[in-house]
Each structure stands twice: as structure tokens, then as C-alpha cells.
């Protein structure tokens, strides 16, 4: 994996989280058990820090990034898709974030909630608890999201994480 400190900014990534040899991660990133980095993901954690929870995807091609004094957390068992952008904003547990998804600065996306693919949810909004999050800007669906919904996804997301640690090699 490509992982760099920064200074005194080093990344934390548990021993059985399982980061793609072509992610990056850089500075002051958590990363919890059982999550998972997979390939052209950058997390960057130069202003400010990054913790993504256990059993989280961070999908091919997504940004986490940071702006000074902010945080961008992800919370545990959420499925980040493929090409989002996360900065200086909190994903709480249990949620999904769909592909090309942007959510900006001191964003909340409450635990259970859905954003949809392509949604823009810009500084200062609040997903509600199991709520869908759709369009640019991002509009509201209230309890549209079952409890457990994303478990599969997460499920599949740490399996294939464990299988790429034993399986994965290069050949060329």
C-alpha cells in the first residue's frame, strides 16, 4: 500500500484493514478494522484529519480530503462509493454514499441515511437518520431507508478486502 507521513502527520491503519497497493493515504488518517481502500482512492489528511470507522468501504477513485480545523469522519459499516468526494464533513454509521457523490464542509449525513448517486450535499446540510439524499442540490426523502439495508454491501465489501490481502499479486 502507499502510505506517507507527512511530518509528524502519520497514518493509523489497523492491521486488518486492507488498503490497495494503488490508493494513497497521506498524513493524519485513521483507518478501523476491517475497512477497506481500493485502487485510485486518495485519502489526504494535510490540514486536518481523516478517520474512516471499522468494516467501511472507501471505494476505487474516491477523495477524502480535509480543510483546516475540520474533520471528515466516516463512521462504521458505511459503504463509500466508487469517485466521491468527502471533505471536512461527517458520514455517521451505517450509511451509503453513492457513486460521484459530493458532500462538502460540516455536512452531517445522519446514521442509516442514503446519498444518492451524483447528489451534491453541500456545507452545512443534514441528511436525517434513514432518509435518501438525492439530486443537485441534494433533496430530502424522509425514512426512505430500511434499517440494515447496506449490510450485504458491507458484508461483501470486508470479505473481498480479506480475499484481496491473501490473493491479490502482481504479475507483470
Known amino acids: 500500500m ?3 507521513a507527512l511530518g509528524e502527520q502519520v497514518p493509523v491503519v489497523h492491521p ?3 488498503v490497495h497497493p494503488d ?3 497521506i498524513g493524519s488518517v485513521e483507518i478501523g478494522a476491517g475497512s477497506t ?3 485510485s482512492a486518495v485519502l489526504r489528511a494535510d490540514y486536518g484529519r481523516i478517520v474512516v470507522g471499522e468494516r467501511t468501504s472507501i471505494q476505487d477513485g474516491s477523495v477524502l480530503h480535509v480543510s483546516a480545523g475540520l474533520v471528515t469522519r466516516v463512521g462504521d459499516r458505511c459503504v463509500i462509493g466508487h469517485l466521491v468526494h468527502l471533505e471536512g464533513c461527517t ?3 451505517d450509511c451509503l454514499v453513492g457513486n460521484g457523490a459530493i458532500v462538502l464542509h460540516e455536512a452531517v449525513v445522519r446514521s442509516g441515511a442514503l446519498v444518492g448517486a451524483g447528489a451534491f450535499v453541500g456545507n452545512r446540510v443534514e441528511v436525517p437518520p434513514y432518509a435518501t439524499a438525492l439530486g443537485v442540490p441534494a433533496k430530502m426523502r424522509l425514512d426512505s431507508v430500511k434499517p440494515g439495508a ?3 454491501a458491507v458484508r461483501n465489501y470486508v470479505d473481498n478486502g480479506q480475499r484481496f490481502k491473501r490473493e491479490l499479486r502482481r504479475i507483470d
Open 16 to 18: 486488518d484493514a486492507y
Open 91 to 93: 458520514i455517521e454509521d
Open 150 to 152: 447496506f449490510d450485504a
Open 2 to 4: 502507499t502510505v506517507y
Open 37 to 39: 481502500v481500493w485502487p
Open 23 to 25: 490508493a494513497v493515504v
